[in-house]
Nanobody, 125 residues
Framework: VQLQASGGGLVQAGGSLRLSCTASGRTLSGYSVGWFRQAPGREREFVAAIKRNGDATYYAASVKGRFTISRDNAKNTVYLQMNSLKPDDTAAYYC???????????????????WGQGTQVTVSS
């Protein structure tokens, strides 16, 4: 499955953005999908994930209550709604997918088989 992340941009602190991860080649409904981010000079970190059937979502503590992950299988797309953005949220955001992800690996980027290119999010203070 090929993944395309989009929706990044420049926003002021306190603003919102919605990222999209759209799949081609195969239907995304059979995959759990995660969002990760990486800022310059920092390790890649888990942001959020949603299981294949959408009945479970997971968030990093740093974004819980501000970000919401959702999926529209009819559109073959997973979204990351980001509200109350902070300068610390500045990073390249990547979506990833895996068909056989287990809950204990949901925040482990190495457990995902498919990755999209990043979309840059810049939050100004």
């Amino acid at each position: 499955v090929q993944l395309q992340a989009s929706g990044g941009g420049l926003v002021q602190a306190g603003g919102s953005l919605r990222l999209s991860c759209t799949a081609s080649g195969r239907t995304l409904s059979g995959y759990s999908v995660g969002w990760f981010r990486q800022a310059p000079g920092r390790e890649r970190e888990f942001v959020a994930a949603i299981k294949r059937n959408g009945d479970a979502t997971y968030y990093a503590a740093s974004v819980k209550g501000r970000f919401t992950i959702s999926r529209d299988n009819a559109k073959n797309t997973v979204y990351l709604q980001m509200n109350s953005l902070k300068p610390d949220d500045t990073a390249a955001y990547y979506c990833a997918a895996d068909k056989a992800l287990i809950t204990s690996s949901i925040s482990n980027g190495n457990a995902y088989d498919y990755w999209g290119q990043g979309t840059q999010v810049t939050v100004s203070s």
